[in-house]
């Protein structure tokens, strides 16, 4: 190799660019095969500080994905988790050839993120959408996040599972919660759907008995007769409406009259636990919550599996079963006396 001002070997044989800076070592690994032109060009173009950015990019592919039908078909909420991931590959490695990532890349961006589990388990996710465009361009021949990369663990220790709302709990939140705050609530028990959805429904869904949307994450067409509670906070907030809402108007909405965004409801609600010292039940509970109403009303899985669009009964079995127990446990005690 041709003597380069600047080269240091890692005793793993890797190689950096090291150079002292600001009074500080600084070292960008240059990730090439030794004696190669790769190598050659990503070293000149760390020394002169201009780094080219390749024709076929990550951000280029990126922005090419944007533009498919795939992208159009995914839900709102699954957009938003794959776009903080394509907005850190950008950061990372968006002017990048996409044909130079491999595998074990994804893996070192997977440990980097291991703090944050969550995203890093999307990261080979969004990039294996990203390589399958890539493979159609002929980008690149191959998917690197296909194989054998495992999930990241979320340590038990931080794990904080959902505690389904207590009755005491449920009558705080109806006779002490502000208006918008008890609207969210009794949209997410009385409809049992996952959050994400609940900001999607609209007054054009609401025909004064029921409910109707399809689910976000599984795309599941569903009516839902609302309950009384339910149906008493909807006809409140439309009652409060200085006109005739819009059929079009979500019914989770800020003042002006723009949609709520699930961030935007998902802040009005940590406060309000927060004002009524209810931050032990989050609002992703609501759902758990009613699903077992649902049970000690007497509903098997399937009937339960009609009102919350679940694909599997595994999560209708665990929360289902708490309320049972519950139910035949009261059973079992009366007939002992």
């Known amino acids: 190799m041709v003597t380069k001002p600047y080269l240091w070997q890692h005793p793993s044989g890797r190689w950096y ?10 070292y960008i690994r240059i990730k090439a095969e030794p004696e190669t032109a790769e190598f050659d060009r990503l070293y000149w173009e760390i020394r002169s500080g201009k780094r080219a950015e390749a024709k076929r990019s990550w951000s280029a592919l990126i922005a090419a ?6 992208w159009a078909e995914l839900s709102p909420r699954y957009r938003q988790d794959i776009e903080k991931v394509f907005a850190y590959l950008e950061e990372k490695i968006g002017r990048q050839d996409v044909a130079r990532l491999t595998q074990p890349d994804i893996m070192e961006a997977m440990d980097a993120n291991r703090h944050r589990a969550r995203f890093a388990n999307y990261i080979p996710t969004a990039i294996s959408m990203l390589s399958k465009l890539a493979i159609r361009k002929r980008w690149r021949l191959d998917n690197p996040a296909v194989g054998d990369l495992e999930q990241i663990k979320v340590p038990k220790d931080r794990k904080q599972p959902h505690v389904p709302w207590p009755d005491w709990a449920v009558e705080l939140m109806r006779s002490e919660g502000r208006p918008v705050a008890r609207l969210i609530f009794e949209i997410g028990v009385g409809s049992v759907q996952r959050p994400g959805d609940w900001v999607g429904f609209t007054w054009g869904d609401y025909d004064g008995e029921r409910l109707k949307l399809r689910q976000n994450k599984t795309g599941v067409p569903l009516e839902l007769p609302c309950t009384e509670f339910l149906k008493a906070a909807l006809d409140e907030e439309r009652a409060r409406l200085a006109v005739v809402p819009h059929p079009s108007r979500t019914i989770l909405a800020k003042p002006d009259g723009s949609p709520m965004s699930y961030n935007d409801m998902a802040r009005i609600m940590l406060a309000e636990r927060k004002r009524l010292d209810l931050t032990a039940f989050d609002q992703h509970a609501l759902r758990y919550r009613g699903v077992m109403e649902l049970a ?10 009609s009102y919350t669009g679940h694909t599997t009964k595994a999560m209708i079995v665990k929360y289902a079963g708490e309320a049972r127990q519950k139910m035949r446990a009261k059973q079992a005690a009366a007939k002992r006396r």
């Open 296 to 305: 000690l009303a007497g509903c098997d899985d399937d009937e339960i599996a």
């Open 17 to 26: 660019f090291r150079r002292l800076q600001d009074g500080q070592m600084r």
């Open 65 to 70: 994905y944007r533009e498919t039908d795939k």
